[in-house]
């Protein structure tokens, strides 16, 4: 079990990053936001998870316990895997999603890709009690963006976009979005990536 990663960010694509560790290149699956706060040549340092299967190995990574906790809980779910696991982790960040899990708001997952109204229901049911996770527990020190819009913003610019680019696509991308997309970052994310187009994406014609 590879239970933490410390290492130099080798590359940053999309949700996944390569560290390297002891010489070797570990590919880890991150959320937008949290690969928006990695920088290519930095050291790095992930809790993570490997999930094995019979024809794969992956690696998911996470910002700290808290995070990791969820992820672990979430899996637990029927009908949830890892990826629908890191889509609740790139919508919500562990302490509002143990609050929708107190109030029993299962609206709050319906809105994460892939998660659909009978799972959400699950979620809010399987995990009661579960998360030992203040709602009320203040994550700003952790220096994520304060909305949405801004994380998108934020990822698009790690990944190598002009800001000013960037900053007009996200704007373009909130203003064709629905109010469900508006509330999400990969959603977003996606919108704001296909206005850009991959022939102005930095670094695309190395």
Sequence with gaps: MIS??????????????IIEVGGVGLAVQVTPQ????????????????LIVREDDLSLFGFVDADELTVFDALRGVTGVGPKSAMGVLAAMDPSQIAAAV???????????SGIGPKTAKLIVVSLA????????????STGKPSSVSDSVLVA???????????SQAVEEAVAGATESERETVPALLRLALTR????QFAGSSN
């Design 4 to 17: 933490s990663v410390r290492g130099t960010v080798l590359a940053i694509a999309g949700p996944a990053v």
């Design 34 to 49: 949290h690969a928006a706060s990695l920088r290519v040549g930095s050291e790095a340092s992930v809790r993570t998870a």
């Design 102 to 112: 107190n109030a029993e708001d299962d609206a709050a997952f319906r809105k994460v």
């Design 129 to 140: 009690g579960k998360l030992a996770i203040s709602p009320t527990s203040n994550r700003s």
């Design 156 to 166: 698009l610019v790690g990944l190598g976009w002009n800001e000013r680019a960037a």
């Design 196 to 199: 850009l187009g991959p022939s």
